[in-house]
């Protein structure tokens, strides 16, 4: 199969999720959503009223564990959102949606999900009770942009919302969300191209925390949401070697695909297109500001991350590459995972070794599908989801006088239905 042809499948990249306590390691790479104990050693078995298997019927987009961490939820293209009891990874809650999901947040507090879809709008659902099937309610909208991350502020008065054209909205979280959210705190615009992920950085001193975004610009940045001001820029893709100072590179190569806090927020995990590695930052909420600490190697095989996990606390950094519907590839849904463990401000990192990953081989063969994967595949992967990143997110440029053409067959198709 010739590689170009790669551009007409939609892949979906591997997703990793970490308990708050580590007890659960997950991975959702396709339509599969794969569940590992740690504590008991075995894979978690999932159950749902519905019997579907797999347990959604197209790629998953979003996958997250609450802030207590006895809710998770999965979401992605069958336009399907279920909310998981923890304690018995018996889904609780089945919500539809009208349109793809492409993000997810759950409220600290666990009685709220929110989800937005691929046409920009926030929904909003009610956990209070769990029941089997909630109907959501529309919470607010980006208005035709595809959102691309959402995040509530450690607080809990905000939720945030990214999106494709560069835009990062605070929007306060209203006591009854189910009315709608129509106060908006601020808007942190400064990316130059889209905004791919968030997360957020606190301390005693700052307990709503601030900001952090990363993008298709290769920077990650930090914010103050209150006013929405832009505090610092890290030119994370300059500091890892693989843009010059003049940006001048293979255009859209090196966006960062995520974001994760480590050791509560000291330091910063960073995925960057094309970086066999991560990036670490260390972050002073005191002084705002943002530097490298360290760029943190993966020798030995072509592991590029798609998705990092962490529990805060820890310093264990989960991470995994892959890709759904790789085309001729033996392996329908490619996952690969790897552990940076003794991440520390002062000491260097250590990338384990299979043996050394907690939950050794059978987490591996629980989370991957198998135990091995041919290195080139992954290879393969990486410049898949590169490229199924730069097709959703960086919008199209037409001539002018394509424009009107456009609009013509829209319509119609429209007066054909």
Not at 29 to 53: E, K, M, N, Q
Not at 92 to 115: H, M, P, Q, W, Y
Not at 205 to 232: F, K, M, N, Y
Request: aromatic share 6%; net charge negative; hydrophobic share 40%.
């Amino acid at each position: 199969m010739e590689p170009e042809s790669n551009n007409d499948i939609e892949v979906a990249p591997a997703l990793i999720a970490v308990h708050p306590d580590q007890s659960y390691i997950t991975v959702a790479v396709g339509p599969h959503l794969r569940v590992f104990d740690l504590i008991g050693g075995s894979a978690a078995s999932l159950t749902d009223d519905s019997d579907a298997v797999p347990l959604h019927k197209d790629n998953i987009r979003a996958i997250r564990f609450g802030a207590k961490g006895k809710l998770f939820v999965s979401a992605g293209d069958d336009k399907t959102v279920k909310v998981w009891s923890t304690q018995s990874w018996r889904c609780i809650s089945s919500v539809s949606s009208e349109k793809r999901v492409t993000a997810l947040a759950i409220s600290n507090d666990g009685t709220f999900v929110c989800f937005a879809d691929k046409f920009g709008v926030v929904w909003v659902v009610d956990l209070d009770p769990p029941l089997r099937d909630k109907k959501p309610a529309p919470l607010f909208s980006h208005y035709c942009s595809i959102i691309t991350s959402l995040d509530f502020s450690p607080d809990g008065r905000f939720i945030v919302s990214a999106d494709r054209d560069f835009k990062i909205r605070v929007t306060n979280f209203p006591k009854k969300p189910l009315n709608g959210a129509h106060k908006i705190q601020s808007f942190c615009l400064g990316h130059t191209e889209f905004v791919s992920c968030l997360a957020f950085v606190q301390s005693p001193e700052c307990p709503q925390g601030l900001l952090l975004s990363g993008g298709g610009d290769s920077t990650v940045r930090l914010w103050d949401i209150d006013s929405g001001a832009l505090v610092d820029t890290c030119e994370v893709a300059i500091k890892a070697g693989l843009l010059e100072s003049n940006g001048k590179a293979e255009e859209h190569g090196h966006a960062v695909t995520d974001l994760c806090t480590v050791l509560d927020g000291l330091l910063v995990a960073v995925a960057i297109q094309s970086l066999q590695g991560i990036v670490l930052l260390s972050c002073n909420v005191a002084a705002q500001t943002l530097s490298v600490a360290k760029v943190v190697s993966i020798a030995g095989e072509a592991f590029v991350p798609t998705c990092l996990g962490s529990s805060s606390s820890t310093g264990k950094l989960w991470m995994v590459t892959g890709v759904s519907s790789l085309p001729g590839c033996n392996y329908p849904s490619l996952a690969r995972v790897r552990v940076i463990s003794d991440i520390d401000v002062e000491q260097e990192p250590v990338v384990l070794g299979d043996d050394d990953i907690p939950g050794g081989e059978k987490l591996l063969e629980t989370l991957q599908g198998t135990a091995s994967v041919d290195d080139n595949a992954f290879l393969a992967a990486a410049e898949a989801v590169k490229t199924a990143m730069r097709n959703l997110l960086i919008k199209k440029q037409y001539p002018s006088e394509n424009r009107e053409s456009r609009k013509k067959s829209r319509n119609d198709r429209k007066l054909k239905g």
